[in-house]
């Protein structure tokens, strides 16, 4: 131990002669720990912050969209409009399907929404039903929740996101005052708790929630709906419900064998998919420039050590000549040149990791810290040290006393 | 008594490129523990040589040579390095401290390499430095040291895994002849405590220091004399 402190403490006072040179050539090392430490914890943060929308979005969710959309990534591009999802099918849903817990059929639209000299120009209204809050994962700050007795007397109550609350009162308490929502006075029961932004990047918070019933009736004029959001009894259920659901909507649209359906089972893995895969294409080109930043860090190493053992010519000798064999000048070349990259690691992994705390700020990820790539990185570091200080720490064997002492 | 080295009919011989240059031309040689000998000659006459082979830095290209009744022909290089370690201590012309080490750490660089660790290690380094006066400087690096005071910081390095042999290549051949006279002084003082001490020089006064003087001319020993 003594002795591995006393030689390192000796390698620092060489390396002092080349402090631009090692600093130069341990960039590549930085770089390397630098970009597999971001990454890592980027990837982390990714997979964190999707489970965490997935959860937000609601417990054991399926999503049931009237007509056919792409199933791809977080937006979902409609491609073919049908008008017969409705509220009876959320019914037939929850009452004979037993792995559905709930069913909230909900239809939306943008309004302009007024309020005195107030005017947001298009703020999204969904209808919706009383168990909307329970499976879709809306809580309510002040007031009270639309109830059944709302929905079937088609009373013109709103709740209203906080933002909205924000725009249209300010400090002021919004409950029991009545806004115009379109052409229809509405008075607010409620404000909802803050949410963020959704899977898509949406704002929650600046929405308005009416009763489905007046939302058809008053503002759509219609009686077919936009989504029903299915919840499932437990995560086990949902795969087998998907498929009951599928083939109930069938029969209650009359959907034939041969064609296809008129509604969209939207499955949330899916959704997430895309981002997943661009974070892993990140990822992938992240480790391939830190393979490249560690091949030149070693080089860079590997030259450093070079000059280092060239300088400690006398040394080595000396060295030899009290008694050192081969291996103990080996191990302490190889104890260098791995201190000197593992010190270079050590920084970039520090840069890395704040890099990553900044950018998972900026992007709202929640931050991360991925140990298995933190350890990646020390790996790697000490690795292209330990690879970069053989030749050098072979070629140091190969001086001999009696030369040293020759010359 | 054994002796401590002994050699029969040792040669070196050095290649160079298509050339081999005989530089020992058959060494006959024994000396016993506690001696205290010179090895002379002039420049380029092998001197040099003949202490790396005694000191097992080199290897005989024929002959015998027993070190503390070991055959030496034939040992690994790292079964060398473990004998020079525990038996042999070197001093230079050039004192060859590691300037990045401070005093202290250059006395304990062969404690380094020891097979079995031994305790008190540092006490007896230090003990060393007192034993030359230069306990206060152990902290200092030996460039703020003067020529004389580095020698001497070496011959604590060459005693510090206390050898049976003290091998010294014109030790004094950078030094003034004052600060000679005192590190032929601090040998003599290590041959009086036992140890066994070869000097080599080509300066009758330093070599007159010595018990015994073995002239050597040409690769060949010529003259043997008890001073
Ligand atoms: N490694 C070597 N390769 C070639 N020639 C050598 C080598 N070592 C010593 N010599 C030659 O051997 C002769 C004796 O050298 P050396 O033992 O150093 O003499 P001294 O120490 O008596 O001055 C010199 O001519 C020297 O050039
Ligand atoms: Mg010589």
Known sequence: MKRIFLNLKIALGSLGNF????????????????????????????????????????????????????????????????????PGDAEAIANNLPAAARAAPSGFKAFPVRRGNTVLK?????????????????????????????????????????????????????????????????????????????????DQDNQIFVPLKTFLRNFVNQENVNIIYVQAVSVEAIEPLRKEIEALLRVRHGIRKEMKDDFTVLDLKEVTALKSQAMGLISVLGRIAAAASFLIGALG????????????????????????????????????????????????????????????????????????GLLLAFAASALSGIVAGIYPSFKATQIHPVDIIRS | MTPLCLMEDVRKTFRMGDDAVEVLKGIDLEIVPGEFAAIMGTSGSGKSTLMNLIGCLDVPTS?????????????????????????????????????????????????????????????????????????????????????????????????????????????????????????????????????????????????????????IKDGVIVDEQAA
């Not at chain 1, 937000?56 to 999802?85: D, F």
């Not at chain 1, 909307?132 to 994962?137: D, K, T």
């Not at chain 1, 079937?152 to 002021?172: D, M, N, P, W």
């Not at chain 1, 950018?359 to 929640?366: D, E, H, T």
Request: hydrophobic share 45%; with cysteine; glycine share 8%.
């Open chain 1, 122 to 202: 298009a703020i999204a209204v969904n209808g919706v039903t009383p168990d909307f809050g329970e499976v879709r994962n809306f809580e309510i700050a002040a007031g009270t929740p639309i109830t059944e007795e709302d929905n079937r007397l088609q009373r013109k109550v709103a709740l209203i996101g906080s933002a909205t609350a924000e725009k249209l009162f300010g400090e002021e308490n919004p409950i029991g005052k009545t806004i115009l929502i379109w052409r229809v006075p509405c008075q607010i029961i409620g404000v909802m708790a803050e949410k963020g932004a959704d899977i898509a990047g949406n």
């Open chain 1, 19 to 86: 402090k631009l040179r090692t600093a130069l050539a341990t960039l590549g090392v930085v770089f390397g720990t630098f970009s597999l430490v971001v990454v890592g914890n980027l990837s982390d943060s990714l997979a964190l912050k999707t489970e965490q929308e997935i959860a937000n979005l609601g417990n054991n969710l399926i999503i049931v969209v009237s007509g056919q959309v792409r199933r791809h990534g977080p937006s979902t591009p409609l491609i073919s409009r049908a008008t017969n999802l409705t």
């Open chain 1, 301 to 372: 190493i590997l030259s450093i050590m070079i000059l280092i053992v060239n300088e400690r010519r006398v040394e080595i000798g000396i060295r030899r000549a009290v008694g050192s064999r081969k291996r103990d000048i080996i191990l302490q070349f190889l104890l260098e040149s791995s201190f000197i990259s593992v010190s270079g690691g050590i920084i970039g992994m520090a840069a890395g990791f704040l890099m990553s705390l900044a950018i998972a700020k900026v992007l709202g990820y929640p931050a991360t810290v991925s140990v298995p």
């Open chain 2, 63 to 215: 002959g015998r040579y027993l070190l503390a009744g070991r055959e030496v022909l034939g040992l690994q290089d790292d079964d060398l390095s473990v004998l020079r370690n525990a038996h042999i201590g070197f001093v230079f012309q050039s004192f060859y401290l590691l300037p990045y080490a401070t005093v202290l750490e250059n006395v304990l660089l062969p404690t380094l390499y020891r097979e079995k660790t031994v305790a008190h290690t540092e006490e007896r380094a230090v003990e060393l430095l007192r034993l030359i006066g230069l306990e206060a400087r152990m902290r200092f690096r030996p460039n703020r040291l003067s020529g004389g005071e580095q020698q001497r910081v070496a011959i604590c390095r060459a005693l510090m895994n206390d050898p049976e042999l003290l091998l010294a290549d014109e030790p004094t051949g950078q030094l003034d002849s004052k600060t000679a006279a005192e590190i032929m002084n601090l040998l003599a003082k290590m041959n009086e405590r036992g140890k066994t001490v070869i000097v080599v020089t080509h300066d009758p006064a330093i070599a007159a220091c010595a018990k015994r003087i073995i002239r």
